[in-house]
């Protein structure tokens, strides 16, 4: 372990510059002699050469203090990759996420971004994963420089010193979109990146201890578990039976519902749960709810083509859609939406109208509908919530007005 003001970059510049002087020392030295015996050694003045065989001190000598030098330069570049691996304790974690093509940082709160945003003078722990294909992690300004295997957690860590924008660049060739796979590490003072780190974020918490506070938590969980109640993660936009009257009835469950059933719970009960939940009426307040549902993801009407972009962003589709209308790595999303596009189906060329279910297929299941002309190699989006996709075909819907 070592103590919150230390820095690997010293121990790496060190090893890094003991290798280009040692390797400096050695040419010069080699140079030297070379000229030396050419000189001293030169047929005008030597012209019968000598036979010499063997000669056990120098060749012991030149293959004892090569063993030496080596020795060193592992000694020195174990000993920064060692200051790299040890994290002192109180470092702040943050989850690096790689996929093609682009980085995806998570905070200790939950909040994501894709600049990894971090606060001045204290050790950042990055644990990294890749979803897809081997990535590597390489921020020069810090040294770093990590492979980021899929089906594997690895760790680094840095302190930065001052304020500004570092490079963040993928070091392992990782398909089309490789060179374009790059970020920035922020470095902001510490007030500026926890008001950061809690815009946003803040609401979430907010949502989140009112949903305990009330007793939600008691009786529905969020990570898909059937408890008392039905689970309400991402419970908005999910299509759900429920009993009302005593018939079945299909619904999509949006905000409406939602509020009415936490109001007058037994009026419309998700089918196969009993109708035991007390009613709420004048216990919560409609903002208080509105932070229960926001934290539940969903989300206002006003807030939505903003959310889309900000997922795009974050989700590095900009990496191969552009949304000027140019032709990238896939196509561009300006006009996409009803537009005709021609698909291949196992072979066949077929034209389809790009509408909202055409889009939403694309995302979730890439392969299958490959526009005519670009290569089958997007990754498929599972891990995005039905807001987050429904935000993002809103987006992409309000490229073609
Ligand atoms: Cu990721 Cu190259």
Redesign the pocket.
């Known amino acids: 372990m070592y103590s919150l003001s230390f820095n690997p970059i010293e121990k790496i510049d060190f090893a890094f510059l003991f290798i280009i002087g040692v390797s400096f020392f050695i040419l010069a030295f080699i140079t030297f002699l070379m000229i030396y015996f050419l000189v001293k050694y030169r047929r005008s003045k030597n012209p019968e050469p000598a036979q010499i065989e063997g000669n056990v001190f120098l060749e012991i000598t030149w293959t004892i203090i090569p063993i030496i030098i080596v020795f060193f330069m592992f000694y020195f570049g174990w000993s920064g990759l060692k200051a790299l691996r040890n994290v002192p304790e109180g470092a702040i974690r943050i989850d690096v996420k790689?996929r093609m093509?682009s980085w995806l940082f998570e905070y200790e709160n939950g909040k994501k971004s894709n600049k990894l945003y971090v606060p001045l003078d204290k050790p950042i722990l990055l644990e990294l994963t890749s979803e897809d294909v081997i990535?590597s992690f390489y921020a020069p300004a810090f040294r770093i420089k990590i492979d980021v295997v899929p089906g594997m957690k690895t760790y680094t860590w840095f302190r930065p010193e001052k304020i500004g924008e570092y490079e963040i660049l993928?070091a392992?060739?990782?398909g089309r979109g490789?060179a374009d796979?790059h970020s920035k590490i922020v470095a902001l003072d510490e007030n500026k990146f926890y008001a950061w780190l809690k815009e946003g974020g803040e609401h979430v918490s907010e949502g989140k201890a009112l949903f305990e506070n009330y007793g939600c938590s008691s009786c529905h969980a969020l990570n898909g578990q059937k408890l008392i109640g039905p689970d309400l993660k991402n419970i908005i936009g999910k299509e759900t039976i429920l009993i009302k009257d005593g018939k079945e009835i299909k619904k999509v469950i949006d905000e409406n519902y939602f509020r009415e059933s936490v109001f007058f719970p037994e009026k419309e009960v998700v089918k196969g749960f009993d109708s035991v939940m007390p009613s709420y009426d004048g216990q919560i307040s409609e903002e208080e709810l509105d932070r229960i549902i926001e934290y539940l993801g969903g989300e206002g009407e006003e807030q939505k083509e903003v959310k889309g972009h900000e997922i795009a962003e974050r989700e590095g589709c900009f990496s191969c859609h552009t949304t000027d209308g140019s032709v990238s790595v896939g196509p561009s999303f300006k006009g996409l939406f009803n537009s005709k596009q021609k698909i291949k189906i196992d072979k066949t060329i077929k034209t389809i109208t790009a509408d909202e279910d055409y889009i939403i297929d694309s995302i979730l299941n890439p392969s299958e509908y490959i526009v005519d002309g670009f290569d089958n190699i997007m990754p498929p989006y599972k891990d995005l919530t039905d807001n987050e996709i429904k935000a993002l075909v809103d987006y992409i819907k309000s490229l073609s007005e």
């Open positions: 790689a093509w990535h993928c392992e060739y990782c490789h796979m």
